[in-house]
């Protein structure tokens, strides 16, 4: 039970990680760390928990290129954004809760 709660709490970490990071860089603006971190981080955390819709939102960042314009790419990283942040939520509701997902 105890190594349950661990590996949970590890995973919401690292999750809490990505997401701050996708913050920092969306705020700056840093498109290629937007990028690297929208495909490889956040696709990498999804299948490590099987989290499909995840996955495949974060590999569309980059099938989806070429990009027509700096906007469409930003749209396309705040859509990432936003499922990682829903994401999180589960996570928390999960914690709080101790159901399973």
């Given at each position: 039970m105890l190594?349950?709660?661990?590996?949970?709490?590890?995973?919401r970490l690292e999750l809490e990680y990505v997401l701050a990071a996708?913050?920092?860089a969306r705020r700056d603006g840093d498109l290629a760390r937007l990028a690297?971190?929208?495909h490889c981080e956040?696709?990498?955390?999804?299948r490590a928990r099987g989290d499909q819709t995840l996955s495949a939102c974060a590999?569309?960042?980059l099938t989806d290129?070429?990009?027509?314009?700096?906007?469409e790419f930003i749209c396309a990283i705040?859509?990432?954004?936003?499922?990682?942040?829903?994401?999180?939520?589960?996570?928390i509701a999960h914690d709080r809760t101790g159901l399973s997902l």
């Open positions: 190594h349950c709660n661990m590996a949970d709490a590890e995973g996708l913050w920092h690297r971190l929208g956040v696709q990498r955390w999804a590999r569309a960042l290129c070429p990009y027509r314009s700096r906007e705040d859509r990432v954004i936003a499922q990682v942040e829903h994401a999180h939520v589960q996570l």
